[in-house]
Protein backbone atom coordinates (compact mmCIF):
# COMPACT_ATOMS: atom_id res chain seq x y z
CA UNK A 1 0.00 0.00 0.00
CA UNK A 2 1.67 3.56 -1.14
CA UNK A 3 0.28 5.98 1.97
CA UNK A 4 -0.06 9.42 0.14
CA UNK A 5 3.08 12.40 0.33
CA UNK A 6 2.55 14.65 3.39
CA UNK A 7 2.79 18.71 2.40
CA UNK A 8 -0.03 20.67 0.64
CA UNK A 9 -2.06 19.56 -2.64
CA UNK A 10 -2.41 22.54 -4.74
CA UNK A 11 -5.05 22.07 -7.53
CA UNK A 12 -5.16 24.69 -10.00
CA UNK A 13 -8.46 24.94 -12.43
CA UNK A 14 -7.34 25.89 -15.93
CA UNK A 15 -8.36 28.93 -17.46
CA UNK A 16 -12.48 28.95 -16.55
CA UNK A 17 -13.04 32.48 -18.00
CA UNK A 18 -12.55 30.66 -21.03
CA UNK A 19 -12.97 27.23 -20.20
CA UNK A 20 -16.04 26.82 -17.70
CA UNK A 21 -18.81 26.49 -20.69
CA UNK A 22 -19.82 22.65 -19.84
CA UNK A 23 -19.45 22.73 -16.04
CA UNK A 24 -16.31 21.59 -15.77
CA UNK A 25 -14.58 23.57 -13.06
CA UNK A 26 -16.55 21.41 -10.45
CA UNK A 27 -13.69 18.64 -11.33
CA UNK A 28 -11.40 20.97 -9.41
CA UNK A 29 -13.86 21.33 -6.82
CA UNK A 30 -14.53 17.57 -6.23
CA UNK A 31 -11.10 17.45 -6.08
CA UNK A 32 -10.33 19.40 -3.40
CA UNK A 33 -13.38 18.30 -1.32
CA UNK A 34 -12.35 14.79 -1.27
CA UNK A 35 -9.29 15.36 -0.15
CA UNK A 36 -10.10 17.77 2.33
CA UNK A 37 -12.48 15.22 3.24
CA UNK A 38 -9.60 12.88 3.96
CA UNK A 39 -8.11 15.53 6.25
CA UNK A 40 -5.28 16.36 3.61
CA UNK A 41 -3.99 19.40 3.67
CA UNK A 42 -5.80 20.92 0.05
CA UNK A 43 -5.34 24.47 -1.86
CA UNK A 44 -8.24 25.08 -4.81
CA UNK A 45 -6.93 27.45 -7.26
CA UNK A 46 -8.57 29.56 -10.06
CA UNK A 47 -5.98 30.43 -12.82
CA UNK A 48 -7.76 32.69 -15.42
CA UNK A 49 -6.34 33.46 -18.85
CA UNK A 50 -5.22 36.67 -17.87
CA UNK A 51 -2.78 35.74 -15.51
CA UNK A 52 0.42 33.22 -15.70
CA UNK A 53 -0.27 29.57 -14.73
CA UNK A 54 0.75 28.88 -10.97
CA UNK A 55 2.34 26.24 -9.85
CA UNK A 56 0.13 23.32 -9.33
CA UNK A 57 0.06 19.05 -8.43
CA UNK A 58 -2.96 18.44 -10.69
CA UNK A 59 -4.83 20.82 -13.11
CA UNK A 60 -8.10 20.41 -14.60
CA UNK A 61 -8.78 22.05 -17.99
CA UNK A 62 -12.76 21.89 -19.38
CA UNK A 63 -14.40 22.02 -21.79
CA UNK A 64 -15.48 25.82 -24.12
CA UNK A 65 -16.17 27.14 -27.59
CA UNK A 66 -13.99 26.64 -30.62
CA UNK A 67 -12.46 30.56 -30.21
CA UNK A 68 -11.49 30.50 -26.28
CA UNK A 69 -10.61 27.15 -26.91
CA UNK A 70 -7.71 28.32 -29.32
CA UNK A 71 -7.37 31.45 -27.11
CA UNK A 72 -6.45 29.12 -24.02
CA UNK A 73 -3.96 26.56 -26.27
CA UNK A 74 -2.35 29.67 -27.61
CA UNK A 75 -2.22 31.10 -24.01
CA UNK A 76 -0.33 28.09 -22.57
CA UNK A 77 1.70 27.55 -25.42
CA UNK A 78 3.29 30.51 -25.09
CA UNK A 79 3.90 30.42 -21.08
CA UNK A 80 4.69 26.71 -21.07
CA UNK A 81 4.10 26.33 -17.53
CA UNK A 82 1.51 23.77 -17.94
CA UNK A 83 4.03 21.38 -19.96
CA UNK A 84 6.59 22.33 -17.46
CA UNK A 85 4.78 21.03 -14.86
CA UNK A 86 3.81 18.25 -16.24
CA UNK A 87 7.59 17.36 -17.21
CA UNK A 88 8.24 17.95 -13.21
CA UNK A 89 4.98 15.48 -12.42
CA UNK A 90 2.29 17.63 -12.42
CA UNK A 91 -1.12 15.41 -13.33
CA UNK A 92 -3.53 16.78 -15.21
CA UNK A 93 -7.50 16.37 -16.52
CA UNK A 94 -8.56 17.48 -19.66
CA UNK A 95 -12.22 17.49 -20.59
CA UNK A 96 -13.70 17.86 -24.11
CA UNK A 97 -11.75 20.81 -25.46
CA UNK A 98 -9.18 20.45 -22.78
CA UNK A 99 -8.65 17.24 -24.08
CA UNK A 100 -8.26 18.64 -27.61
CA UNK A 101 -5.80 21.21 -26.45
CA UNK A 102 -3.86 18.92 -24.46
CA UNK A 103 -3.13 17.17 -27.78
CA UNK A 104 -0.96 17.60 -31.30
CA UNK A 105 -3.70 19.72 -33.30
CA UNK A 106 -7.26 20.46 -32.88
CA UNK A 107 -9.58 22.25 -35.47
CA UNK A 108 -10.34 26.28 -34.88
CA UNK A 109 -13.62 27.40 -35.74
CA UNK A 110 -13.31 27.11 -39.50
CA UNK A 111 -12.12 23.72 -39.20
CA UNK A 112 -8.31 24.73 -39.49
CA UNK A 113 -5.52 23.04 -37.98
CA UNK A 114 -4.31 24.89 -34.57
CA UNK A 115 -1.43 23.82 -32.49
CA UNK A 116 -1.96 21.99 -29.05
CA UNK A 117 0.16 21.06 -26.20
CA UNK A 118 1.21 18.00 -27.13
CA UNK A 119 0.90 16.51 -23.44
CA UNK A 120 -1.02 13.72 -25.41
CA UNK A 121 -0.39 11.78 -28.57
CA UNK A 122 -3.84 13.01 -30.17
CA UNK A 123 -5.18 14.48 -32.70
CA UNK A 124 -8.37 16.37 -33.41
CA UNK A 125 -9.55 17.26 -36.23
CA UNK A 126 -13.65 18.43 -37.38
CA UNK A 127 -16.04 16.09 -37.68
CA UNK A 128 -18.17 15.57 -40.86
CA UNK A 129 -21.19 13.79 -39.74
CA UNK A 130 -23.36 15.86 -37.01
CA UNK A 131 -22.33 17.21 -33.86
CA UNK A 132 -22.01 14.35 -30.67
CA UNK A 133 -24.23 15.41 -28.19
CA UNK A 134 -26.22 13.02 -25.61
CA UNK A 135 -25.28 10.99 -22.66
CA UNK A 136 -21.80 9.12 -22.82
CA UNK A 137 -20.92 5.28 -21.06
CA UNK A 138 -17.97 3.90 -21.70
CA UNK A 139 -16.34 1.10 -19.81
CA UNK A 140 -12.52 0.91 -18.91
CA UNK A 141 -9.98 0.03 -21.58
CA UNK A 142 -7.76 -3.18 -20.85
CA UNK A 143 -5.04 -1.02 -20.74
CA UNK A 144 -6.37 1.99 -18.70
CA UNK A 145 -4.77 3.18 -15.42
CA UNK A 146 -5.48 1.21 -12.49
CA UNK A 147 -6.71 2.13 -9.16
CA UNK A 148 -4.77 2.15 -6.04
CA UNK A 149 -6.11 -1.42 -5.37
CA UNK A 150 -5.13 -2.76 -8.84
CA UNK A 151 -8.34 -2.97 -10.24
CA UNK A 152 -9.76 -1.64 -13.24
CA UNK A 153 -12.05 1.84 -13.49
CA UNK A 154 -15.56 0.92 -12.98
CA UNK A 155 -17.69 1.92 -16.11
CA UNK A 156 -17.58 5.93 -17.18
CA UNK A 157 -20.50 7.92 -17.32
CA UNK A 158 -21.49 11.46 -18.09
CA UNK A 159 -21.95 13.81 -21.25
CA UNK A 160 -20.51 15.19 -24.16
CA UNK A 161 -21.26 18.35 -26.38
CA UNK A 162 -18.46 18.38 -29.49
CA UNK A 163 -17.60 18.64 -33.00
CA UNK A 164 -14.69 17.23 -32.76
CA UNK A 165 -13.09 13.65 -34.01
CA UNK A 166 -9.84 12.08 -31.89
CA UNK A 167 -7.68 10.15 -33.50
CA UNK A 168 -4.93 8.32 -31.24
CA UNK A 169 -1.45 7.86 -31.99
CA UNK A 170 0.83 5.31 -30.58
CA UNK A 171 1.99 7.34 -27.99
CA UNK A 172 -1.38 7.31 -25.64
CA UNK A 173 -3.65 4.77 -24.66
CA UNK A 174 -7.58 4.77 -24.95
CA UNK A 175 -9.15 5.17 -21.71
CA UNK A 176 -12.43 3.15 -22.15
CA UNK A 177 -14.18 2.16 -25.03
CA UNK A 178 -18.17 3.18 -25.92
CA UNK A 179 -20.91 1.48 -25.13
CA UNK A 180 -23.24 4.06 -25.80
CA UNK A 181 -22.46 7.60 -27.22
CA UNK A 182 -19.64 8.69 -29.43
CA UNK A 183 -16.44 9.54 -27.63
CA UNK A 184 -13.44 10.35 -29.80
CA UNK A 185 -15.23 9.34 -32.73
CA UNK A 186 -12.76 8.08 -35.11
CA UNK A 187 -14.24 4.69 -35.78
CA UNK A 188 -12.62 2.80 -33.14
CA UNK A 189 -15.04 3.09 -30.59
CA UNK A 190 -12.56 4.91 -27.97
CA UNK A 191 -13.34 7.23 -25.51
CA UNK A 192 -10.48 9.42 -23.93
CA UNK A 193 -6.74 8.58 -24.09
CA UNK A 194 -3.64 8.94 -21.41
CA UNK A 195 -0.15 8.66 -21.00
CA UNK A 196 2.08 9.55 -17.83
CA UNK A 197 -0.12 11.27 -15.73
CA UNK A 198 -2.12 13.17 -18.19
CA UNK A 199 -5.36 12.19 -18.79
CA UNK A 200 -8.28 13.06 -21.92
CA UNK A 201 -11.86 12.73 -21.87
CA UNK A 202 -15.12 13.88 -23.96
CA UNK A 203 -17.00 13.21 -20.35
CA UNK A 204 -18.67 16.24 -18.87
CA UNK A 205 -20.76 15.71 -15.77
CA UNK A 206 -18.59 17.03 -14.37
CA UNK A 207 -17.17 13.69 -14.67
CA UNK A 208 -15.39 13.50 -11.47
CA UNK A 209 -19.01 13.89 -9.70
CA UNK A 210 -20.22 10.85 -11.82
CA UNK A 211 -17.35 8.68 -11.41
CA UNK A 212 -15.46 9.29 -7.76
CA UNK A 213 -13.04 6.68 -8.88
CA UNK A 214 -11.86 8.48 -11.31
CA UNK A 215 -11.13 11.61 -8.43
CA UNK A 216 -9.61 8.88 -6.80
CA UNK A 217 -7.29 8.28 -9.16
CA UNK A 218 -6.16 11.05 -10.25
CA UNK A 219 -5.63 12.64 -6.48
CA UNK A 220 -3.65 8.80 -6.08
CA UNK A 221 -1.35 10.03 -8.64
CA UNK A 222 -0.97 13.61 -7.34
CA UNK A 223 -0.27 12.43 -3.63
CA UNK A 224 1.91 9.50 -5.02
CA UNK A 225 5.46 9.98 -3.13
CA UNK A 226 8.07 12.55 -4.77
CA UNK A 227 10.30 10.23 -7.12
CA UNK A 228 7.39 7.35 -7.54
CA UNK A 229 7.30 5.56 -11.00
CA UNK A 230 4.22 7.37 -13.18
CA UNK A 231 1.91 4.81 -12.66
CA UNK A 232 2.35 4.64 -8.59
CA UNK A 233 -1.02 5.59 -7.13
CA UNK A 234 -1.42 6.21 -3.64
CA UNK A 235 -4.19 4.94 -1.28
CA UNK A 236 -6.73 6.99 -0.32
CA UNK A 237 -9.14 6.42 3.21
CA UNK A 238 -12.43 5.49 1.76
CA UNK A 239 -15.16 7.74 1.84
CA UNK A 240 -18.97 6.85 1.81
CA UNK A 241 -20.12 8.45 -1.65
CA UNK A 242 -23.86 7.49 -0.88
CA UNK A 243 -25.16 10.21 -3.15
CA UNK A 244 -22.28 9.62 -5.65
CA UNK A 245 -23.56 6.23 -6.36
CA UNK A 246 -27.37 7.26 -6.45
CA UNK A 247 -26.11 9.65 -9.12
CA UNK A 248 -24.21 6.96 -10.84
CA UNK A 249 -26.60 4.16 -10.18
CA UNK A 250 -29.45 6.58 -11.51
CA UNK A 251 -27.90 8.07 -14.93
CA UNK A 252 -26.68 4.69 -15.91
CA UNK A 253 -29.95 2.73 -15.13
CA UNK A 254 -31.63 5.67 -17.35
CA UNK A 255 -29.08 4.45 -20.25
CA UNK A 256 -29.89 0.89 -19.68
CA UNK A 257 -33.57 1.63 -20.62
CA UNK A 258 -32.89 3.62 -23.86
CA UNK A 259 -30.68 1.36 -25.64
CA UNK A 260 -32.97 -2.10 -25.88
CA UNK A 261 -35.57 1.02 -28.12
CA UNK A 262 -32.16 1.69 -29.82
CA UNK A 263 -31.59 -1.51 -30.50
CA UNK A 264 -35.22 -2.17 -31.68
CA UNK A 265 -34.81 0.70 -34.27
CA UNK A 266 -31.87 -0.42 -36.04
CA UNK A 267 -33.17 -4.02 -36.35
CA UNK A 268 -36.08 -2.73 -37.90
CA UNK A 269 -34.15 -0.19 -40.15
CA UNK A 270 -33.96 -1.35 -43.69
CA UNK A 271 -29.99 -1.47 -44.04
N1 LIG B 1 -15.16 23.11 -29.28
C1 LIG B 1 -14.84 21.71 -29.19
C2 LIG B 1 -15.69 20.82 -30.08
O1 LIG B 1 -16.79 21.18 -30.43
C3 LIG B 1 -14.96 21.30 -27.75
C4 LIG B 1 -16.38 21.28 -27.20
C5 LIG B 1 -16.45 21.03 -25.72
O2 LIG B 1 -15.53 21.34 -24.99
N2 LIG B 1 -17.54 20.50 -25.27
O3 LIG B 1 -15.26 19.75 -30.45
Known amino acids: MITPRPGRLTIAVVHPDLLGTYGDGGNGLILA ?3 AWRGLDVELLQ ?7 PRADLYTVGGGEDGPQVRAATTLIEEGILVEAVGDGAVVLGVCAGFQLLGRSFPDATGRPHEGLGLLDVTTTKGSGPRAVGELVASCAHDAPRMATGDHLPRL ?9 TSLGPGVRPL ?21 RVL ?15 ADLLLGWALAPAGSPEATVAQLASLEDA ?26 SPR
Open 176 to 196: AHVEHGVGNGAGDQTEGAWSG
Open 157 to 165: TGFENHGGV
Open 200 to 214: GTYLHGPVLARNTAL
Open 33 to 35: RRA
Open 243 to 268: DEMSLRAERLEAMQRIRPARRLRRRT
Open 47 to 53: APSNEPL
